[in-house]
């Protein structure tokens, strides 16, 4: 069996108390078989709240409030401190390590959900790397896995991270490049021609950044006129206002999506108003993104992780349901709602935004899509269905 893991993966280490927000509020813990069974056993003097506070029908434990039930007013656990950190279940054992399964291979990775992983993972400025190893460890057989597919979805991710890393290019070159190979693959998997997938990858590495590149671009966009569904035009130019279609992402998905935490919703109206709201037009809200640009350099890097965290946690996930250009296109996306709320922050607090803001930011965001399986399923439709999320658009933002 192989594991593979970023190289900070160790850094973490629960602050427990001094976290500034819980992870034991705002969702369901579910309880693993085993750890049921050593509730049902317990004896002493926890056994009788122990079994009271536990859904036994569901597997999970009961919320007051949205609260774990066993979660106390110093948000600290009182399974922990009354019955000892091995009495834990195996979700609030391993969270925030989170875990992606395949055939032959495990991918451990530190959620963003989590206050001190996002800054674990956000301060890092250097290129974010990964180590695998063997261990030894049973390995499970999955049933109709199409490991060649597989191997090339590897190969491919591969290749993306170095797009993704290439700092001697700009970031808004290297999401088109994300997108256009991701495009690309997702064309040759449909036809079912993976043998193409290493001639794409070698297309794409010669025409780098350049003039033939752009052309490309440029030919998709003129190929594939806007549809009447989309956002409206700009009155002066022949392309998608920018204005319109940030607002339509935000009104196509929100609306669609589970809430996990009250006031969510509230929050993304705080936010988002001060930076919607004082733009009548591009040009004003171009302005506003240089000058975020201006005042908080350090967002390019934050670009660049996050796009790295959201194609290594999902994207091999394709070779269970073959959407490759799916998963590229939330990447893009999850990190444009990111940079939006960072900007309104930034409004909203008189131009002044911080490296803890952005940490927020991540943790919440991260907390009302990937704790909610229906959630990151809808997202998922979404960027595969909805006319908003095409391709000529996500270039745009």
């Given at each position: 069996?192989?594991?593979?893991?970023?190289?900070?993966?160790?850094?973490?280490?629960?602050?427990?108390?001094?976290?500034?927000?819980?992870?034991?509020?705002?969702?369901?813990?579910?309880?693993?078989?085993?750890?049921?069974?050593?509730?049902?056993?317990?004896?002493?003097?926890?056994?009788?709240?122990l079994h009271n506070d536990i859904d036994w029908k569901e597997h999970s434990f009961c919320q007051y409030d949205k609260r774990c039930a066993f979660?106390?007013?110093?948000?600290?656990?009182?399974?922990?401190?009354?019955?000892?950190?091995?009495?834990?279940?195996?979700?609030?054992?391993?969270?925030?390590?989170?875990?992606?399964?395949?055939?032959?291979?495990?991918?451990?990775?530190?959620?963003?959900?989590?206050?001190?992983a996002a800054r674990i993972f956000l301060s890092h400025k250097e290129k974010i790397t990964f180590f695998t190893r063997e261990v030894a460890a049973?390995?499970?057989?999955?049933?109709?896995?199409?490991?060649?597919?597989?191997?090339?979805?590897?190969?491919?991710?591969?290749?993306?991270?170095?797009?993704?890393?290439?700092?001697?290019?700009?970031?808004?070159?290297?999401?088109?490049?994300?997108?256009?190979?991701?495009?690309?693959?997702?064309?040759?998997?449909?036809?079912?021609?993976?043998?193409?997938?290493?001639?794409?990858?070698?297309?794409?590495?010669?025409?780098?950044?350049?003039?033939?590149?752009?052309?490309?671009?440029?030919?998709?966009?003129?190929?594939?006129?806007?549809?009447?569904?989309?956002?409206?035009?700009?009155?002066?130019?022949?392309?998608?206002?920018?204005?319109?279609?940030?607002?339509?992402?935000?009104?196509?998905?929100?609306?669609?999506?589970?809430?996990?935490?009250?006031?969510?919703?509230?929050?993304?109206?705080?936010?988002?108003?001060?930076?919607?709201g004082s733009c009548q037009n591009d040009t004003e809200l171009t302005e506003i993104y240089a000058a975020f640009a201006h005042d908080y350099p350090?967002?390019?890097?934050?670009?660049?992780?996050?796009?790295?965290?959201?194609?290594?946690?999902?994207?091999?996930?394709?070779?269970?349901?073959?959407?490759?250009?799916?998963?590229?296109?939330?990447?893009?996306?999850?990190?444009?709602?990111?940079?939006?709320?960072?900007?309104?922050?930034?409004?909203?607090?008189?131009?002044?935004?911080?490296?803890?803001?952005?940490?927020?930011?991540?943790?919440?965001?991260?907390?009302?899509?990937?704790?909610?399986?229906?959630?990151?399923?809808?997202?998922?439709?979404?960027?595969?269905?909805?006319?908003?999320?095409?391709?000529?658009?996500?270039?745009?933002?």
């Amino acid at each position: 069996m192989q594991i593979t893991k970023p190289t900070f993966y160790k850094e973490f280490s629960c602050i427990a108390g001094a976290c500034p927000d819980t992870c034991c509020a705002g969702w369901q813990i579910m309880i693993d078989e085993k750890s049921l069974q050593k509730y049902r056993r317990f004896k002493g003097s926890f056994r009788n709240r122990l079994h009271n506070d536990i859904d036994w029908k569901e597997h999970s434990f009961c919320q007051y409030d949205k609260r774990c039930a066993f979660l106390n007013e110093d948000n600290l656990c009182d399974i922990y401190s009354e019955a000892g950190k091995d009495m834990l279940c195996d979700t609030c054992r391993k969270y925030p390590r989170h875990i992606e399964e395949f055939e032959g291979l495990r991918e451990y990775s530190l959620s963003l959900s989590c206050p001190e992983a996002a800054r674990i993972f956000l301060s890092h400025k250097e290129k974010i790397t990964f180590f695998t190893r063997e261990v030894a460890a049973p390995e499970e057989t999955f049933d109709d896995f199409d490991y060649f597919l597989f191997t090339a979805l590897m190969d491919t991710r591969d290749y993306l991270f170095s797009v993704i890393q290439d700092r001697s290019i700009p970031v808004r070159l290297r999401r088109q490049k994300l997108l256009a190979c991701a495009h690309d693959f997702q064309l040759s998997l449909d036809k079912n021609e993976l043998f193409q997938w290493e001639d794409i990858c070698d297309r794409h590495q010669k025409s780098g950044y350049g003039e033939k590149f752009l052309n490309k671009i440029q030919k998709w966009n003129n190929d594939h006129p806007v549809s009447s569904e989309q956002p409206s035009k700009d009155s002066t130019s022949d392309t998608v206002s920018l204005l319109a279609l940030c607002k339509q992402i935000w009104r196509t998905v929100i609306p669609q999506m589970e809430v996990l935490r009250p006031g969510w919703h509230t929050y993304l109206r705080k936010t988002l108003v001060p930076l919607y709201g004082s733009c009548q037009n591009d040009t004003e809200l171009t302005e506003i993104y240089a000058a975020f640009a201006h005042d908080y350099p350090d967002w390019t890097v934050h670009e660049e992780q996050l796009l790295l965290y959201w194609i290594y946690t999902y994207f091999c996930g394709a070779v269970y349901d073959d959407q490759i250009f799916a998963k590229v296109k939330m990447a893009v996306v999850c990190t444009f709602m990111i940079h939006e709320l960072a900007i309104g922050t930034w409004l909203k607090n008189n131009r002044h935004f911080t490296f803890e803001d952005m940490i927020s930011i991540c943790y919440r965001f991260s907390r009302e899509l990937e704790h909610s399986d229906p959630n990151l399923n809808e997202i998922e439709r979404l960027m595969d269905e909805e006319d908003v999320f095409d391709f000529r658009n996500l270039l745009t933002i």
